[in-house]
């Protein structure tokens, strides 16, 4: 009926309306934020489940925002790239990261690289690499403490200059790792032409890894060409000891996921550490 019509024209324009309300809000709170540098990072360590060491640890930014409460960085990050305050975004996220490495070091940790996540945007900007070198400088640290995440769609984007600004970076002495992958249809053959030192399979191939045997062979697969590439692989998201032995079984190198420890904030991280040197010891 034309009642009905009505109302379902004025729920959609409601809808929309709290929509565009919420990315206004959003907007405005995170440029307050950027100023006051309100966020911070949680760390997730990387494991190598054969000697049971600690090969890294990804960094993963948090804001808590006085007014919207807990933001998801899938959220602001987005939201951050279309508005173009991602770049500032990303500068506060490597002083924290300069700054998590120091407490790391002052922890009796300097081996421990972390890992930062950098967004495609940021990446394929012209003074990308130079940013990055100032950042490590004012903070005194040096690439070698660090890791960087790119995603799969960011290697893939513009193929010649990507390739020139991941070799300078790895001359700069930071490992790279590919992110995501999976998700972004790139064939393993691409991956050739990168220096790359890590892959991460997406948690979308593990979440189901023990029951579905597509998902089986597919992570499987990308194991042993990564591995043919000379590269490390990563599986992210895992959450049962029954991907663990599936994933150890297979060959995959390192593991990361709620399975052995949630994102921690730095002074929980070096507690996580400490027991679990403890726990490994000889
Ligand atoms: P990502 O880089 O793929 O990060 C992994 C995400 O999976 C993180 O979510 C992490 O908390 C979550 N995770 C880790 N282990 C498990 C698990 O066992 N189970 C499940 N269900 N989830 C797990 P988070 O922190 O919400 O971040 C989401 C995405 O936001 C990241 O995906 C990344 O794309 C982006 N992001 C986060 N921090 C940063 C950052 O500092 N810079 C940039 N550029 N992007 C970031
Ligand atoms: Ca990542
Ligand atoms: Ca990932
Ligand atoms: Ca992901």
Same mark, same amino acid.
């Given at each position: 009926?034309?009642?009905?019509?009505?109302?379902?024209? &004025?729920?959609?324009?409601?809808? +929309?309306?709290?929509?565009?309300?919420?990315?206004?809000?959003?907007?405005?709170?995170?440029?307050?934020?950027?100023?006051?540098?309100?966020?911070? +990072?949680?760390?997730?360590?990387?494991?190598?489940?054969?000697?049971?060491?600690?090969?890294?640890?990804? =960094? +993963?930014?948090?804001?808590?925002?006085?007014?919207?409460?807990?933001?998801?960085?899938?959220?602001?990050?987005?939201?951050?790239?279309?508005?173009?305050?991602?770049?500032? %975004?990303?500068?506060?996220?490597?002083?924290? =990261?300069?700054?998590?490495?120091?407490?790391? #070091?002052?922890?009796?940790?300097?081996?421990?690289?972390?890992?930062?996540?950098?967004?495609?945007?940021?990446?394929?900007?012209?003074?990308?690499?130079? &940013?990055?070198?100032?950042?490590?400088?004012?903070?005194?640290?040096?690439?070698?403490?660090?890791?960087?995440?790119?995603?799969?769609?960011?290697?893939?984007?513009?193929?010649?200059?990507?390739?020139?600004? +991941?070799?300078?970076?790895?001359? %700069?002495?930071?490992? %790279?790792?590919?992110?995501?992958?999976?998700?972004?249809?790139? &064939?393993?053959?691409?991956?050739?032409?990168?220096?790359?030192? #890590?892959?991460?399979?997406?948690?979308?191939?593990?979440?189901?890894?023990?029951?579905?045997?597509?998902?089986?062979?597919?992570?499987? =697969?990308?194991?042993?060409?990564?591995?043919?590439?000379?590269?490390?692989?990563?599986?992210?998201?895992?959450?049962? &000891?029954?991907?663990?032995?599936?994933?150890?079984?297979?060959?995959?190198?390192?593991?990361?996921?709620?399975?052995?420890?949630?994102?921690?904030?730095?002074?929980?991280?070096?507690?996580?550490?400490?027991?679990?040197?403890?726990?490994?010891?000889?």
């Amino acid at each position: 009926s034309k009642e009905n019509g009505r109302n379902c024209f &004025s729920f959609y324009f409601e809808a +929309l309306k709290t929509d565009s309300n919420r990315v206004l809000k959003l907007d405005s709170e995170l440029r307050k934020a950027i100023e006051n540098r309100e966020f911070t +990072l949680v760390y997730q360590p990387k494991i190598n489940t054969v000697t049971n060491d600690i090969v890294g640890i990804e =960094a +993963l930014v948090r804001w808590n925002s006085e007014k919207l409460g807990f933001v998801s960085p899938a959220e602001f990050i987005e939201h951050a790239e279309e508005s173009g305050l991602i770049i500032s %975004l990303s500068e506060i996220i490597f002083d924290l =990261a300069c700054e998590g490495n120091h407490k790391l #070091v002052a922890a009796g940790y300097p081996k421990i690289p972390i890992a930062v996540n950098v967004s495609s945007i940021h990446f394929q900007q012209q003074s990308f690499l130079e &940013s990055v070198q100032t950042i490590l400088e004012r903070n005194n640290t040096s690439a070698q403490c660090f890791e960087i995440e790119v995603t799969e769609r960011t290697v893939m984007n513009s193929a010649q200059e990507t390739v020139s600004k +991941l070799v300078k970076l790895k001359q %700069l002495g930071f490992k %790279l790792s590919i992110d995501d992958f999976g998700t972004g249809y790139s &064939s393993l053959s691409y991956l050739v032409r990168f220096p790359l030192d #890590v892959l991460k399979i997406d948690r979308s191939f593990i979440q189901h890894i023990c029951s579905l045997d597509d998902k089986q062979a597919i992570v499987d =697969a990308i194991i042993q060409m990564a591995h043919r590439l000379q590269m490390k692989v990563v599986a992210e998201g895992v959450e049962t &000891s029954q991907q663990v032995e599936l994933l150890k079984s297979m060959g995959c190198d390192f593991i990361q996921g709620y399975y052995y420890s949630r994102p921690l904030p730095m002074k929980e991280l070096i507690d996580f550490i400490q027991f679990w040197e403890v726990e490994h010891q000889g």
